[in-house]
Every structure is written in structure tokens, then in C-alpha cells.
């Protein structure tokens, strides 16, 4: 159905790929190289897609959408489970990934396309499969470049030590985009879309998940209001897309280094009846002001509190908040935050370990009382916390007894090194 007060037919429903600015567009050479990178099949990573993962760097391969609409753009076929997927490529230096686009630009993404159907209703997608990484051509009136439709969601998979490439609940984050859609008015891209962009964009990069144990291909799906529109509206066509780079820690330091976090006291990050629970661009731009100062003080993240009273913690920058007190541990409810799939899955973890789990307004001061205090999320996977500060006052934290058996249990899951009672794991 069309999202709520979406633009109806006969709208100016310019084709993007038809338009694409001729600034976007790569070198005639570089697009043919382009479509043989795109058409060549063989080994390597795209074996099983028919493809190849281009082997030079970005810029060659930065096609503007319309010629990469032009050129022989693969539609995945249906993926086959039990053949073996490109092993890591050589050109990574997988023992010092960071949280970076670093070798982006070496990667496939996968691209589809939402317009209204003939009964102004229905939202028609169009599968341009996967294709070189490049950038986008776009109208300056795109909606989400004006007005901000844009929402994304984060995703990992993973190399098991038998080889095999996993992805951790990815319906959850086909639902969690729906519902962002949702509220953002935008077309919802359906599940098997989502769940298909993301498999084959995996796939085409098989060599870009990193060995068993090093990191993980972080995939980003993003979808753009990228249809054009001049007064404040819904725009009347989609673009769904999915990328991805190859990461490790999201934080300097390393993935279980304790973290120091700053309470900000005068911005606030989200309000009631706001977006704060959608993964939608336009939650984090705002929060990069605190979130700078801060780091230059040598802190890692900031951690915010409700706009109402001031009171109650919400959530870091990039992540959810737990603290633990005795056998209990309490992490917000949901409303003003993020629904973070990692957060819901430590709940589940916590609670199969034998903890009692709240989800419940959480006092900033009872935070600064816990006996533990760990974030959670898809980037940050699970960081113990060993500094917060609140204006003048500040607390170390020694304990990262239960953060750490938690981040045993969910990346022993994750990666497929332990059983998976909850059938989280999907193999691509
Ligand atoms: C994620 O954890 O996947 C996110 O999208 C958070 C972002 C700040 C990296």
C-alpha cells in the first residue's frame, strides 16, 4: 500500500536513471569496465552469483546510477546454501580493521527501485541486482536530500570456522526498516526484498567478510526518499539499497576495551511523540556536536538523558544501555529509543542465563550506583563501561564479570561456535 500521505500519481515521477547527472557519470571506459567487473562470473567471491567483485579501486568503479542502470546490472539468482563462498581476500589487513569505508569502494552493493503502480496505491519495486559500489546520481530536489526520508539499518555477517557466511536475525531488521518507513511516510520495501538485497550483496562479497574471529561485513540497507519534490511531501519513488564494508571494533581501542562516556546534560537526542525509535538519518547528525567535544576530551561516546525530566538515561549516541545491579539488570524502555535487535537479544540471553531483566525508566543516578554497565548494539556488538561522567562527578567501573559472559553468549551464537537455541542465525 502507499505510505501514509504519499504523493500521488502524476506527481513528478522523474526517473532517476533516466537522469542522471552527467557530473555522476563515470568515464565511458570505466563504465565498460564496469559492465565486464558486473558480467564476468568465474571464481572468486562472485562465483556464486555469477560475479565478480571489482578488483581495482574506488573511483574506476564509482558509476552514477544511471549508467550503472544502463549497464547489465546482475539480478541475483536464487542463493544455493551448500556451495562454498569466496575464502578473505589478501588485500585486507584483517588484524587492523577498524569501523571504516576503507575498502568500500572495492565492494558490490545491491540497488532496487520503488514507484507507484498504475492505481496510485502500490508501491511497484524494480530489482536492479547487485553492481559495483558507486555513487549516486540524484535530483538536488530529491526529497531525502531536502526534507531527510532517509533511514537505515545495520547488519553483520559473519565467517564461520567452518566457512560458512551468517547473518544474525535479519528479519528483525527488515521489520525494524518497515516500521521506520512507516513513520517517516516512505514506501516499505517488503521482507523477501530486504532479506534478498542484503543475502546477494553478502554473496557478491564473500571475500570481504572477514576470517572466522577478525570482524565482520557490516551491511548497511538504506532507503532514500530519492524521487523529487519541491513542497514538503512524501517523495513518489524509493531508492532501497544495501552496502557494505568489512569492520572491526567499533570503538578505538579495541572491541572489549571498557569505554568512558559522557553524560550530556543540555541536549537531549530524542523527545516523546519524536523519532527517536527510527533508525532515521536525521537522529544522527544532532547528536555530533556533544559527541565531538566529548571525544576530544578523550571520551568515547555520550550518553543522553530524557527530555522531559533530565532524569532517566536513554541511550548512547550508538548504542542501547544496560546496568546491572545484583542478579538484576535494567536497560530503558522502549518509546524515546532505538530498538536495538542486539539489545533484545542480550535480554534473551540474560534471561536463559538465570538474570531477572527490566526494561524500565533507569535513573541516571541509579547508573552511577550499578555495579556494571555495558552498551549494546549492531556496530558496538557488546562494550563494557569503565568511566561515566556527569558534570563534575565521575564513577570507574572495575566489574565486566556479566557484560563479558553476555558478549561470550551472543558472539558464540553470532558466530556459530555455539548452539543457537533461538535459531537466530541464517546462513547466506
Ligand atoms: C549500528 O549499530 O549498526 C548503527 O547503525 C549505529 C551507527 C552509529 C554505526
Not at 559492465?35 to 571489482?54: F, H, M, S, T
Not at 570456522?161 to 521506520?180: I, T, W, Y
Not at 523529487?228 to 519513488?237: D, E, K, V
Request: charged share 20%; aromatic share 8%.
Amino acid at each position: 500500500m502507499r505510505a501514509r500521505g504519499a504523493a500521488p500519481v502524476g506527481g513528478r515521477g522523474v526517473d532517476l536513471m533516466a537522469r542522471a547527472s552527467p557530473l555522476a557519470r563515470p568515464a565511458v571506459a570505466t563504465r565498460r569496465a564496469a559492465r565486464v567487473a558486473v558480467g564476468a562470473g568465474g571464481g572468486g567471491g562472485g562465483d556464486r552469483l555469477g560475479l565478480e567483485p571489482p578488483a581495482c579501486g574506488a573511483r574506476e568503479y564509482c558509476v552514477g546510477y544511471g549508467a550503472m542502470a544502463r549497464s547489465r546490472r546482475v539480478v541475483p539468482r536464487a542463493l544455493d546454501s551448500s556451495s562454498m563462498h569466496a575464502p578473505p581476500t589478501d588485500d585486507v589487513d584483517w588484524d587492523n580493521l577498524g569501523f571504516s569505508c576503507e575498502h568500500v569502494s572495492k565492494t558490490m552493493m545491491f540497488v532496487a527501485t520503488a514507484t507507484l503502480g498504475a492505481d496510485g496505491q502500490t508501491w511497484e519495486w524494480k530489482e536492479e541486482g547487485v553492481g559495483p559500489y558507486g555513487a549516486l546520481a540524484m535530483d538536488p530536489s530529491a526529497q531525502c536530500l531536502n526534507y531527510g526520508q532517509s533511514i537505515f539499518e545495520g547488519m553483520k555477517a559473519q565467517r564461520t570456522m567452518e566457512g560458512n557466511l551468517v547473518l544474525f536475525r535479519p528479519s528483525e531488521n527488515a521489520k525494524r526498516m518497515r516500521d521506520g518507513a512507516a513513520r517517516m511516510s516512505m514506501a516499505p520495501p517488503p521482507e523477501d526484498l530486504f532479506l534478498r538485497g542484503v543475502k546477494a550483496t553478502v554473496a557478491a562479497n564473500a571475500a570481504f567478510v572477514p576470517p572466522n574471529g577478525k570482524g565482520a561485513l557490516y551491511c548497511r540497507p538504506l532507503l532514500l526518499g530519492s524521487g523529487p519534490i519541491l513542497g514538503l511531501g512524501p517523495a513518489p519513488s524509493y531508492t532501497f539499497l544495501v552496502y557494505c564494508s568489512p569492520v572491526g571494533s567499533y570503538f578505538k581501542g579495541g572491541q572489549l576495551d571498557p569505554i568512558r562516556l559522557k553524560v550530556e546534560e543540555v541536549e537531549h537526542r530524542a523527545a516523546p511523540g519524536g523519532t527517536g525509535n527510527t533508525k532515521c538519518a536525521g537522529n544522527y547528525s544532532p547528536v555530533l556536536n556533544v559527541q565531538l567535544e566529548a571525544k576530544q576530551r578523550g571520551f568515547n561516546d555520550v550518553l543522553y538523558l530524557d527530555a522531559v525530566s533530565n532524569t532517566y538515561v536513554e541511550e548512547v549516541s550508538s548504542c542501547n544501555i544496560f546496568a546491572v545491579f545484583g542478579n538484576k539488570i535494567v536497560t530503558p524502555s522502549l518509546g524515546t529509543i532505538l530498538p536495538g535487535v542486539t539489545r533484545k537479544s542480550i535480554m534473551d540471553l540474560a534471561r536463559s542465563k538465570g538474570f531477572e531483566v527490566e526494561e524500565a525508566p533507569l535513573a541516571i543516578d541509579d547508573v552511577l550506583r550499578a555495579d556494571e554497565v555495558f552498551t549494546t548494539g549492531t556496530a558496538v556488538v557488546l562494550s563494557p563501561v569503565g568511566y561515566i561522567e556527569r558534570g563534575e562527578e565521575g564513577r570507574e567501573y572495575q566489574n565486566t564479570e556479566v557484560a563479558m559472559s553476555l558478549y561470550e553468549a551472543l558472539t558464540g551464537i553470532q558466530q556459530q561456535t555455539m548452539d543457537d537455541p533461538f535459531g537466530w542465525v541464517v546462513t547466506v
